[in-house]
């Protein structure tokens, strides 16, 4: 059974995908699964001899790799990028999901899936504690070396898992992995030309030298899909994770790169969604997103990028990167806050102003 859309089907395609999902990846070349149904694939999977997982997570010498799905109202692509996740060519997987207490399908088509894949674990908050908890929560709850999180409306290819814990085996230095990626719209197919930064992925985080990483990673200038690369979950704990307000993501990147580097796998393996659906299309505005991160905050005067310079400075002083990278870092913030002044003044007088009519929290 796999799911299409909003809408579970089972017809069945090769490697069980659904037939959006086997169009474009058959469209872009990427190699999926052989096996002939998702029904075959759970079934398998039922079969493999858990009782080989040491105390470490560990299975035949494969380290376990904790994915995290936080999902909210996410009926429309989540049995997509669920197929993707189950038919990863790592064996060693456990898929954590996490509903913000959904109003649509998103419930049904997650114990589907978890009735019919011990790997899948499925849990449901009370209330809607915002994004940012819910993906600190999908943490929370991993028991892996390595950890990931996704999203409801992004695809994986198959050796997604596989080709980003490699390279963080083979480089102890190395804090974060993720393929190149390329955006898809809301029938998978790419979206051609779509700029992605405005400098290379690929050299973003992987200096040797953590200043000149912290440097780049605080930048505006590019959109923070590294977060759903593959990471060290015991660099991931001595982080602030997502934090409840706009833009915290870049915040938590920045804070990585000060403790390793983070390295691009030179393959194309990831499938971005970009849809009028996604949360950076339907709250612009900084003020509105943060009520997004944090349900509490709505309506309240807020300063996002005031607590992300905040946290920035936090994150130099915590992190293990010697005397000199920090001081270079506290320089940088410095530079920061003259290209930022004025939107730090804005959001200063505007979060003011709200204050003063009745928004104080």
């Known amino acids: 059974m796999t799911v299409s859309g909003s ?3 089972d017809t069945a395609v090769p490697g069980g995908f659904s037939q959006v999902d086997f169009h474009y990846y058959r469209t872009l070349n990427v190699s999926f699964p052989t096996s002939s149904s998702n029904a075959n694939h759970a079934a398998d999977v039922q079969n493999r001899p858990s009782l080989l997982r040491d105390r470490r997570g560990t299975m035949n010498g494969q380290p376990l790799v904790s994915i995290g799905v936080p999902v909210y109202n996410a009926e429309n692509f989540l049995g997509q990028a669920l197929d993707s996740l189950i038919h990863q ?3 060693n997987l ?3 999901i996490s509903d913000n207490a959904s109003t649509d399908r998103t419930e049904e088509i997650c114990r589907k899936y978890a009735s019919g894949d011990r790997r899948v674990q499925y849990h449901r908050n009370a209330v809607n504690v915002g994004a940012g908890r819910n993906y600190n929560i999908v943490f ?3 028991r892996g070396e390595y950890f990931k999180w996704a999203a409801h409306d992004d695809v994986c290819a198959p050796g997604f898992i596989e080709q980003c814990v490699r390279t963080l085996e ?3 230095d190395v804090v974060l992995a993720f393929p190149q990626m390329i955006d898809i719209d809301e029938n998978g197919d790419p979206i051609a030309g779509k700029p992605i930064s405005d400098f290379p992925r690929s050299l973003r985080g992987s200096s040797d030298v953590p200043h000149q990483r912290f440097r780049l990673l605080v930048r505006l200038g590019y959109t923070c899909e590294e977060v759903f690369g593959v990471i060290r979950t015991a660099t991931l704990k001595k982080t602030r994770l997502i934090q409840s307000y706009t833009d915290s993501d870049r915040t938590l990147l920045a804070e990585l790169s000060l403790y390793g580097r983070l390295v691009e796998v030179p393959e194309m393996l990831f499938y971005h969604r970009v849809h009028k659906g996604m949360s950076t299309q339907m709250f612009t505005d900084w003020q509105r997103r943060t009520a997004w991160f944090d349900p509490s905050k ?4 807020v300063f996002p990028l005031w607590r992300q310079f905040r946290e920035y400075c936090s994150a130099i002083m915590r992190s293990p990167a010697p005397i000199k990278d920090k001081t270079y870092c506290v320089l940088y913030m410095g530079n920061w806050v ?3 002044h004025r939107d730090l003044w804005d959001e200063l007088t505007r979060g003011i102003q709200q204050w003063r009519r009745g928004g104080q929290s």
């Open 170 to 172: 083979e480089q102890p």
């Open 140 to 142: 929370e709850l991993a």
């Open 94 to 96: 456990e898929i954590i």
């Open 89 to 91: 060519t790592w064996p």
């Open 338 to 340: 003259r290209r930022h």
């Open 7 to 9: 809408v579970i089907a």
């Open 298 to 301: 709505a309506g309240k005067a």
